[in-house]
């Protein structure tokens, strides 16, 4: 169980650790193809500025001046003999050409230079100016996208976590008052019997096999109500045994509890030959409290309770089928969380423990797969002894 869990945790903080640098991956490919964009846009600017000049075309120049230099959207600034010609997409409170506006911008462009080399211009093969520039203010808003991710993440992570936390102590809470329910309902017969036979001792009746005997019954159920208890919380040693004997054993223990009045019929339909691997007592219990269900759920004490099994492939089908008053279909899927229950008094632990067995005990499972008043099915699997 401890490994299954440390499984789990190295699975998600993997997942984390995937999630975190997929995030900063898919960033940077952004950012680096706006990054291409403004240097190709900067390169063809100063080849064009570059020829204009060259060419001395009017029509050359104005179209550098008027349509190229206008369609730049990221910050940019041209010199020339150390003077700054042309300044764009730059936001300077100061008046420009001031000696604060002046200082600023050489300020910038040796920030512009530590990341992007300057183009040079040429006249007649002679360096007269360069365009220096800088990422788009897109870029900039972008690095910060995955720490803000990230962030949201965290807090969605946080509080998902307290809400789980809050939901699992309520869980927690539920499953103690059920347990504690539980156990005095499972002591309290055999304990009362008991009282009942101590006081018959001490009146001297004369029937003392029968009483003998009949304590004997109770303290052994006792010690069974103590085996299950105690192998509820642990991994027992599952062993081999035969799921038809375990069936019949608790059909006949149910039998016996019924009432003189009852009409309901226990069936069961299956084959002596299939064995699994598992915990007698607890499977016992499952099954005790499948069947305690199923006859609470008969309206009047008047319907049949059928089990069938069956086995398929590499494990064993076990259907409960009873003729009861049935689920609610939006209750299905709450009918294995600790606290839920359709009884007036009931306690909600008994179909959350059947799913501990099942599930992660014997590895198998357990199922509401139908319902309606007069038909309820409950179906388990188990892995057969193999």
């Known amino acids: 169980m401890i490994e299954k869990y440390l499984n789990i945790k190295l699975i998600l903080f993997g997942l984390f650790i995937s999630i975190v640098t997929g995030i900063f991956s898919l960033n940077q490919i952004v950012i680096n193809q706006l990054r291409n964009e403004a240097v190709s846009q900067a390169e063809h600017l100063a080849t064009s500025y570059s020829n204009a000049i060259n060419s001395m075309e009017q029509d050359d120049i104005r179209f550098v ?9 990221f910050p940019m600034i041209i010199t020339s003999n150390d003077e700054i010609s042309v300044v764009l997409n730059l936001n300077i409170s100061d008046k420009v050409g001031s000696e604060a506006y002046n200082k600023k911008i050489w300020t910038l462009i040796k920030k512009m230079d530590q990341v992007f080399v300057p183009l040079d211009l040429v006249w007649n093969n002679v360096k007269w100016g360069e365009i220096h520039y800088s990422d788009p203010q897109v870029v900039n808003r972008l690095k910060w996208i995955p720490y803000l991710e990230l962030l949201f993440g965290a807090i969605f992570v946080i509080i998902a976590t307290w809400g789980f936390k809050v939901i699992n102590k309520s869980e927690q809470r539920m499953i103690y008052v059920g347990m504690a329910k539980e156990t005095a309902h499972q002591l309290g017969t055999p304990i009362s019997s008991l009282m009942g036979w101590v006081k018959l001792i001490r009146e001297d009746k004369s029937d003392t096999d029968n009483i003998s005997l009949s304590m004997e019954q109770d303290i052994q159920r006792l010690s069974e109500i103590s085996k299950r208890f105690s192998k509820i919380g642990s991994m ?8 038809d004997e375990l069936i019949i ?14 009409n309901i019929k226990i069936i069961y339909a299956g084959s002596p030959n299939i064995y699994i691997k598992g915990d007698w007592v607890l499977l016992s219990w499952a099954f005790e409290n499948l069947l305690k269900n199923s006859i609470d759920a008969i309206i009047n004490n008047d319907g049949m309770i059928k089990i069938v099994v069956i086995q398929k492939d590499s494990f064993v089908q076990l259907d409960i089928i ?3 008053k049935g689920i609610i279909r939006t209750d299905w899927n709450k009918v294995f969380n600790p606290g839920y229950s359709s009884k007036v008094r009931g306690w909600g632990l008994g179909l959350s423990l059947v799913l501990r067995i099942f599930e992660e005990i014997h590895d198998g499972s357990i199922k509401l797969i139908f319902s309606k008043p007069g038909k309820t099915i409950f179906r388990v699997q188990i892995p057969i002894f193999i």
């Open 249 to 262: 054993e608790n059909i006949t223990y149910m039998k016996n509890r019924l009432p003189n009045e009852s």
């Open 322 to 324: 009873d003729t009861g």
């Open 236 to 243: 027992p040693k599952l062993k081999k045994l035969s799921i």
């Open 65 to 73: 001046i008027d349509i190229l230099l206008p369609s730049i959207k």
